[in-house]
């Protein structure tokens, strides 16, 4: 006989659920054959299932249907799961392709992965790390396939649903999968997801309340149309490679360097870390060149020093108004080659080209003010993912972890408290009052959702899991908050030698929930977790 053993052995004490659903004791050949007969027994309103396949733990699952931009074509699955594939038509124009992966031991929660950047993307990593924790996990193509935004171009459909409706479909056909193929409906359903992911999870507690009990939302893509003009603003900050005002690559390592020597005591201990980078105002004068100095590899000139101000300073428009705040200091060797890299941002080009002004000779070179504000204005299908009312998530007891990397080259962890406050101040709550569904952490030396020189790993994905302790893993954090009640306070991130989890544990530190920050006591080795505190701003 099966029994559902996931819960007793790899869920810390107390994260079990009460009552784990076992709809049927499944043989594994009945499992197997359950699988294969699914495809043609499901009921589902404006879908297409294209067939059922049984994939057996341990096996490196071939993808051959998979575009070649998101990844190569396999994905190693460590348990038995039902592997269900399907269109959904979302509108007379537009549909999706999801997946639905139902593992043989079931856990009797339900779990939605998210997409990434513009892409059209099932998020096969995230559906491989959360079936192996007996979640019954979806994922979806976000309405088109591949990396790229050009399937926006005159499509306002395949917009709406990068916007918000490929992700809450996803979840509404999933949900009656599950119920289908396990013959009983899940008891808790999850959202785990980050960036363009971040934002779906935030779209979801804003429009769709009901889809989920718990989010983990990381490193979130909101106000959409203003990031994507601030990503964009950065080649008329750097201007191209061989202008004066651009810094070359190589110099960002020597910015890096001297941030570390303002700021990285700020916490009150110099390790290449910055607990809070939010109070890091950092000034590039220190890497003038001296009037004889003839080295341009280790110092700035006056309009060098004037670009890196510039990416550390919030981008306004001409009358001062914020569209987008500063790029936190620390993520420069991320945001060297991705923003700073003197070309356009490809996000920008392709959103404002094919879904801003459906206009393929739009110039990215010329960006200003007004496509700043032409993008806020248009805002398709509310893609801007701003709404600061939580009220419904909260009225059905849901529950929202936020998190962002304090070295995020991508999207600046500036944002994410920026929305924390809107949250707080269009509620009229309180940090302490937010606490009871929202919490927002700070997360040190944690690059676009992850790796990073810091503590990263939180168990935010599959290659960045150090345990299922919901101390120290987000998504078993939330689990603990919905199932038990018990709400995480601090996260802790673990930092593997030399970045390799093979390597073993280099050190851990505690990650503090905002507003409060994290900072060393002054005694005690900075490596252990007890020898820093968080303290209120
Ligand atoms: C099926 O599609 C129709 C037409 O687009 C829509 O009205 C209906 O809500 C869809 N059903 C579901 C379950 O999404
Ligand atoms: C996306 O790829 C799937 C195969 O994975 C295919 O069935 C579907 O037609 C493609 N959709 C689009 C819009 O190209
Ligand atoms: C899966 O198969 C591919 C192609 O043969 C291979 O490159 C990859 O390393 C395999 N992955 C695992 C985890 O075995
Ligand atoms: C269920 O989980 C247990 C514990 O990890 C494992 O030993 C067993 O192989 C799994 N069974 C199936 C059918 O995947
Ligand atoms: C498709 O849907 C749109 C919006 O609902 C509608 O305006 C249009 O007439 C429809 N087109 C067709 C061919 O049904
Ligand atoms: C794969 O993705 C690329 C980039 O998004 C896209 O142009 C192409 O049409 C996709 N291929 C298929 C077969 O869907
Ligand atoms: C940046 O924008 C300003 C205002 O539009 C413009 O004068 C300047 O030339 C632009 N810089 C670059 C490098 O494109
Ligand atoms: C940076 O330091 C220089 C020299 O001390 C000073 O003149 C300048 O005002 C400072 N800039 C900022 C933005 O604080
Ligand atoms: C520049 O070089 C001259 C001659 O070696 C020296 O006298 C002067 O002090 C130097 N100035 C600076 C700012 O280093
Ligand atoms: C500013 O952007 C608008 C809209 O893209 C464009 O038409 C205009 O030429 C740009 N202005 C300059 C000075 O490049
Ligand atoms: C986005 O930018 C516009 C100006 O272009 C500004 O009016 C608006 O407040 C900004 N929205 C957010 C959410 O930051
Ligand atoms: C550290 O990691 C890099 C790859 O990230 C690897 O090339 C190198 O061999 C590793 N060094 C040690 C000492 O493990």
Known sequence: ??????????????????????????????????????????????????????????????????????????????????????????????????????????????????????????????????????????GANNGHNGTSGGAFYNQPEVVADFAYRSIHTNVVVGKEITKQFYGSPHKKSYYLGCSTGGRQGFKSAQDFPEDFDGIVAGAPALAFNNLTSWSGHFYNVTGPPDSATFVPTAMWTVVHEDIM??????????????????????????????????????????????????????????????????????????????????????????????????????????????????????????????????????????????????????????????????????MGKTPAELDEFYRFFRISGTAHCTGGDGASVIGQQLESYQSLDPSENVLMAVVEWVENGNAPETITGTHWVNGTKSAGVDYKRAHCKYPKRNVYKGVGDPKAVESWECVEE
Not at 101 to 108: A, D
Not at 326 to 344: K, L, T
């Open 261 to 426: 020597k303002q700021c990285d005591l700020l916490d009150g201990y110099a390790d290449g870390i910055l607990e809070d980078a939010s109070i890091c105002n950092y000034n590039a004068s220190s890497l003038l060149c001296g009037s004889n100095s003839t080295n341009s590899s280790s110092c700035l000139t006056p309009i060098q020093v004037n670009t890196v101000q510039k990416v550390f300073s919030p981008l306004t428009l001409s009358d001062g108004s914020l569209v987008y705040p500063r790029m936190q200091p620390g993520s420069e060797a991320v945001a060297a080659f991705a923003v700073y890299n003197g070309q356009p941002f490809i996000y920008n080009v392709e959103f404002f080209k094919y879904a801003i002004y459906n206009d393929p000779a739009w110039n990215p070179l010329t960006i200003n003010d007004t496509d700043y504000i032409n993008a806020a204005i248009k805002n398709p299908s509310d893609i801007n993912t701003w709404k600061g009312d939580l009220s419904a998530v909260q009225a059905r007891g849901a529950k929202i972890l936020h998190y962002h990397g304090q070295m995020d080259g991508i999207i600046t962890s500036e944002n994410s408290p920026r929305y924390y406050e809107h949250v707080s101040s269009t």
């Open 1 to 138: 006989m099966i029994v559902n053993r996931w819960a007793q052995l790899l869920l810390p004490v107390g994260v079990a659920l009460a009552d784990p659903i076992l709809p049927r004791q499944y043989g594994t050949n009945d499992f197997q054959s359950s699988c294969a007969s699914i495809a043609s027994k499901l009921a589902l309103e404006n879908a297409t299932v294209y067939f059922s396949q049984f994939v057996a733990a341990g096996q490196n699952l071939s993808i051959p249907d998979r575009n070649a931009t998101c990844g190569a074509p396999y994905q190693a699955v460590s348990v038995d799961l039902c592997r269900i594939a399907l269109y959904v038509s979302t509108s007379n124009s537009s549909g999706i392709n999801m997946e639905a992966w139902l593992p043989s031991n079931f856990s009797g929660r339900f779990l939605s992965t998210g997409n990434g950047g513009l892409a059209g993307c099932i998020g096969y990593p995230d559906m491989a790390y959360t079936t192996s924790l007996g979640f019954a996990s979806v």
